[in-house]
């Protein structure tokens, strides 16, 4: 799997302006990192495997702390081979990344914050 790394124009739960959060995900943890003021979370991967669908609705339906986050990125899946695109949710607790094409989901919990 390629290491994938992503910007997501937001306000930062730290120094409150709207920047890039650079996102960078790898096989088995995931970093957010602010542009502006360098703060930065760390997820480790804690589950794996064939995830239906509403992984993804469910957070859409959860009510948050922070406003999730909810990208796409076309890429070539881990599991199936296939160009298809990734969903990616990320929320304050977890960071999810679930091919559309066969389901294979990877999801990350949150695990420390560095200021």
């Known amino acids: 799997m390629e290491n994938w790394k992503l910007t997501y124009k937001v306000k930062c739960f730290n120094c ?9 995900i790898f096989p088995n943890q995931a970093f957010i990192t602010c542009s502006n003021c360098g703060a930065k979370r760390y997820y480790i991967i804690r589950r794996v495997g064939i995830e239906d669908e509403k992984i993804i609705n469910e957070e859409r339906e959860k009510e948050h702390k922070y406003e999730p986050w ?4 076309k890429a070539v899946c881990f599991n199936c081979k296939n160009e298809a695109i990734q969903d990616i949710v990320v929320t304050e607790s977890k960071l999810i990344v679930r091919c559309r094409h066969c389901g294979f989901t990877r999801v990350y ?3 420390i914050l560095e200021l």
Do not use: T
């Open 109 to 111: 919990l949150f695990h």
């Open 70 to 73: 909810f990208l796409e990125k």
């Open 16 to 24: 409150g302006k709207e920047v890039d959060q650079i996102i960078e």
